[in-house]
């Protein structure tokens, strides 16, 4: 029970870390792809509206991490090492957009230093995410093999798969839906770029339809342990509403209902979430490192639960308050 | 030249990056909360536009040490994953409440940077204070679980596995208290010597500045009380690891042979095959006096312990030494401005002064990094001490060599950007601020 209690939390944080941090990434996306007369605008927008939020946003990440270390070592230390090389060059992503963001905003440079700085916070935000689908979907692969705790299949067996490639392309689209549909409502002063961010969520809503198809259909060979789990009862059921809340954020994106856009866009990705979480289960690494197989004991995950629910007492009313700060409804 | 060389350098030179960003993110909430509170109490103009700048600077830090302070969250598992499958449920735990703090202490760093003009001036003070009780916090439980690595508790190790696991023994254990007090100690020493270096080095070149004399002496305020409470915790960690890591102790000392009367030995060359130091400096019994308050007292040196169970004697006496140097030397220059400060002199009047200031800057860093040195180079060749070797531990990912040069090109290049990002700041602004004795 306790280790399904910390498997929810770090299901529940990856959730948040997509729904937040995520979309910061997507704000980066749409940095980097920014076009037209406005793409100055829009830069300034994207930045305005990240600024004070993407440091909380990104520390879900570490959040996860730790849990995932104390909860279930094994699982940590096996993840590290057989995708040695995808974890560090999203590091190496992660540092790099984050240190490129924060010396972009810094006014006393010149436009051509403010330029560069720009770039290496797009690109980054571009390939950092990719990466992170591909390590999700590597764990599904089943090409990791582990023996004795030891990792026996090397250090590329399942982030170079198609599968695995598929996913970091699916959270590149999902994260850029994200963040454009959430921009429509920090742009809603300027209508302009409001509407630029409208244009650019729904084409990434459709986008994400034939990324989702290949994602399945490169399951059934790549994950077919996923695959099978995506023929359970409750598979239809989820895939019925996630489709639903993909409808209505995009007939709510082409009717400007902006606010609905946000809660249903919010809703896919915390299903397409849950979906793969119930797919995956009960594996951590498909398909020999599972949650009951290598859970720290007891004593540890009974202090970890207590911890996180303390923890979120305080965690949930703070990031009440940020949001509302910053993302109230206020006038002027 | 293995790739234990380079996973050792990775994680060395990850952690010696990213404890000045952790260290200022414990430091400079502290001095941007004192600043405001000044404000709120004096009203005076100059305090709130010192805070608003230390804002500015330490949202730069602040990121830098949040991204560099992922990389090693996750090199634990990428470099040491030997060590992660056993330790981690033994001390995940304060890195799981560290995850809680340095949590809260984002999301109110974002409050404190971008809500000014959205919160009364009061709950943006508390806001600030919030940030600077969350980054003491996260570092307290960070530090935490380093300790344990030198006295490791909390659980049984029966056939090289854990059992019996106890996370908060593990917390507790014997190395926490004084590793955790010497280390938020260094975080204030080494923010308040660099901080008021900044300033003393701008009162030299603009001596009329209210800005820059305020901010002297908030930084000085800091620096001061801290240092000598540092030297005295710095005993304390002394004597301590003297009882529970007596070769990292004899290697910090230099010290080979086991005697009474055992010296203090300053510099000199230790040899490891003669088992002496050449050309130290040597005050008789001090040590002995030092660790047992007897001159005659027993200290066992490092013939006791196995050779393969040494650590790395040069490099651990000599960051030692340089740690111990660097802070006597910022104790002096605190000593001497307070001596300025009873006599009721301003300080920012005295050229030499502020240049003696200017130079101890750089040295609260220096002595954090010796400091980790001896911590973590002493405690070779174990990772745990006396359960589990580094070699041991070590990733078998071969080829650790170009993370280590990727992340050492990168962090270099951070560097260099974050400096003079900082030092443009600082220059460009200077003329801009409130001066009302013109020159």
């Known amino acids: 029970m306790l280790e399904l209690a910390v498997t929810v939390s770090l299901l529940l944080s990856l959730i948040l870390y997509a729904l937040t941090g995520g979309a910061d990434f997507g704000g980066g996306i749409w940095d980097f792809l920014a076009v037209g007369p406005r793409a100055e605008r829009q830069r300034r927008a994207i930045a305005a509206a990240i600024a004070p939020i993407w440091e909380a946003n990104h520390v879900w990440l570490i959040l996860i991490v730790v849990v995932l270390f104390t909860g279930f070592p094994v699982g940590f230390a096996t993840m590290m090492t057989a995708l040695n090389i995808p974890v560090t060059l999203m590091l190496i992503g992660i540092v790099l957009r984050g240190s490129a963001f924060i010396f972009g905003s810094y006014k006393s440079q010149s436009a051509d230093v403010q330029r560069h700085w720009s770039m290496a916070f797009g690109i980054a935000s571009v390939f950092t995410p990719f990466l992170q689908g591909v390590i999700l979907g590597a764990l599904a692969t089943g090409k990791i093999h582990v023996a004795n705790d030891q990792v026996t299949t090397g250090f590329f067996s399942g982030w170079l798969t198609l599968f695995a490639i598929a996913c970091g392309v699916f959270a590149l689209g999902l994260f850029a839906f994200l963040a454009a549909t959430y921009l429509t409502l920090d742009a809603k002063d300027q209508p302009d770029l409001q509407n630029d961010f409208r244009l650019r969520a729904i084409w990434s809503a459709l986008a994400l339809w034939p990324i989702s198809g290949v994602v399945f259909l490169a399951a059934r060979q790549g994950a077919a342990a996923l695959f099978g789990g995506l023929a359970s009862w409750w598979a239809p059921l989820l895939l019925g509403a996630t489709c639903v809340t993909a409808v209505s954020a995009l007939m709510a994106l082409w009717w400007r209902q902006f606010a609905m856009a946000r809660v249903a866009a919010a809703g896919q990705v915390t299903l397409i979430f849950v979906g793969w979480s119930l797919a995956q289960y009960p594996n951590l690494i498909t398909p020999d490192v599972t949650v009951s197989s290598t859970h720290a004991p007891e004593a540890t995950l009974r202090l970890l639960v207590m911890a996180l629910a303390v923890g979120a007492l305080i965690l949930f009313p703070s990031l009440g308050f940020l949001f509302r700060l910053f993302k109230g409804n206020r006038r002027g | ?439």
């Open chain 2, 1 to 439: 030249m293995n790739d234990l060389f380079f996973a050792r350098s990775q994680m060395a030179m990850s952690l010696a990056f990213h404890i000045v960003f952790a260290a200022l993110g414990i430091g400079m909430p502290m001095l941007m909360v004192m600043a405001e509170g000044a404000h709120i109490i004096t009203r005076k103009p100059v305090y709130l536009e010192l805070s608003q700048r230390w804002a500015k600077g330490t949202a730069i830090l602040f990121a830098v040490g949040a991204v560099s302070g992922t990389v090693l969250s996750f090199e634990l598992g990428l470099l040491w994953p030997a060590f992660m499958a056993k330790a981690g449920a033994v001390i995940g735990m304060p890195f799981s409440l560290e995850g809680f703090a340095f949590f809260a202490e984002a999301i109110f760093i974002g409050v404190y940077l971008y809500g000014r003009s959205r919160l009364s001036p009061l709950l943006h003070w508390l806001v600030g204070v919030v940030v600077a009780i969350s980054g003491i916090l996260s570092g307290i439980f960070v530090v935490t679980a380093n300790a344990w690595m030198n006295a490791p508790a909390g659980f049984k190790l029966v056939h090289g596995k854990f059992t019996e696991i106890d996370p908060v023994a593990a917390m507790l254990n014997q190395a926490s208290f004084h590793e955790v007090l010497h280390m938020t100690l260094a975080a204030f020493v080494a923010t308040g010597f660099a901080v008021a270096s900044v300033h003393a080095f701008l009162l030299l070149r603009n001596p009329n500045s209210l800005f820059h004399r305020s901010a002297l002496g908030l930084a000085l305020a800091v620096a001061g009380i801290s240092i000598p409470l540092q030297i005295a915790s710095g005993d304390l960690s002394a004597r301590v690891t003297g009882r529970l890591q007596p070769a990292k102790l004899a290697a910090m000392e230099a010290l080979y042979r086991t005697q009474t009367r055992a010296p203090v030995l300053i510099g000199g060359i230790p040899d490891d095959a003669a088992l002496t130091v050449r050309c130290a400096l040597t005050i008789p019994s001090g040590l002995s006096l030092l660790l047992a308050d007897d001159p005659s007292a027993r200290v066992a040196g490092l013939e006791e312990f196995p050779r393969n169970d040494w650590p790395d004697v040069r490099m651990v006496h000599w960051s030692f030494d340089l740690m111990v140097l660097s802070g006597f030397a910022m104790l002096a220059v605190a000593a001497w401005s307070g001596w300025f400060l009873c006599r009721r002199r301003p300080l920012a009047d005295h050229p030499s002064l502020l240049r003696a200031l200017v130079a101890t800057g750089p040295l609260g860093f220096v002595a954090i990094e010796a400091g980790w040195v001896v911590t973590e180079v002493g405690r070779q060749p174990w990772i745990i001490y006396n359960v589990m070797r580094t070699k041991d531990a070590v990733t078998p990912m071969p080829g650790i060599a170009a993370p280590f040069f990727a992340f050492t090109v990168l962090y270099l290049f951070l560097a260099f950007v974050v400096f003079s990002l900082l030092r443009r700041q600082f220059l460009e602004t200077d003329g801009a601020v409130v001066r009302p004795h013109p020159a």
